[in-house]
């Protein structure tokens, strides 16, 4: 019979002491940034290269990295990344949450305030915001615990739960000769420059889906990176856009853009709340999430 060897726990602080050497060029300079001795630091990366089984960095030719070295180096990476998040989430008792930029900036915020005046103020949600493929990412690499996000890509391992319905609506300047009427006819779209916001939205993607019947291609003229930088294009008069209709709530109120429907169409986006699936529902981000599905259903999602 044979024996399995003993598997070896990756130690922290050799992996730092890696990293440290493969990001300052030597061993010596990685002591210095690492406020640790010369000769700690050497046997820390000696100690890991007997764990794997493997060298990790040339010593004849002048240093650098070997393949396994090079393997290993994102992982490290992520190993640290995720043991400085394990720390803080322990420590703070936050629940940390990461959110599409459209949906943290227009959507979230009065959701939050709700949450917190039900009573659930102690648990502390620490909100970041980014893009929604950085959203993903983070979620993946374990840098947040709850990702919010304008699409789901179905990767496994995950949980996603719908829990907001966005209407999108066509917006246009009020000196626009739409800005009179309150919809527009879907063809009509191709006639006029039409402007994108923050890649990777979705927004597109729906709105190819939605006009898929069309005999011509909506076809944007002019990518922006922001949904405000959008706002002010089409207040300016450089074309028209689609966007999330509580992102435009204020402009349409005080008279500065205008929002269609768009005819025979009911655009909109249904937002996902995202978490692994082996989560605890003790996690103060856990019970956040549950807040804002029972928020849909409220709403009747």
Sequence with gaps: MCRRPAFNMLNLVQIEAFLAVAD????????????????????????????LGAVLFHRQTGGGLTAEGARLYPMAKRLLTMAAA???????GHGRVAAATNIGTYVLQPLLKKYQDEGAGSEVISLTMASNPEVLERLSEGECEVAL????????????????????AVIVPPDHGWAVQESIAPEKLSREPMIGGEPGSGTGRLLRAALRRLPSDIKVDLNLGSTEAVK?????????????????????????????????RALSKIYHAVWPEHMTPASPAFGFA?????EGQRRAL
């Design 24 to 51: 300052e060029g030597s061993v010596g300079e990685a002591a210095k940034a690492l406020s640790r001795p010369q000769p700690t630091v050497s046997h820390q990366l000696k100690n890991l290269e007997a764990d």
């Design 149 to 168: 996000t304008e699409w789901w890509d179905k990767r496994p391992g995950f949980t996603a739960m719908p829990w907001y319905k966005e209407p999108l």
């Design 232 to 264: 002010q294009a089409v207040k300016a008069g450089r074309g028209i856009s689609i966007v999330g209709l509580n992102a435009v709530r204020e402009e349409v109120a005080s008279g500065s853009l205008c929002a269609l429907k768009l005819r025979g």
């Design 290 to 294: 549950q807040f804002l599905i029972r």
């Design 86 to 92: 394990a720390r803080e989430s322990v420590l703070a």
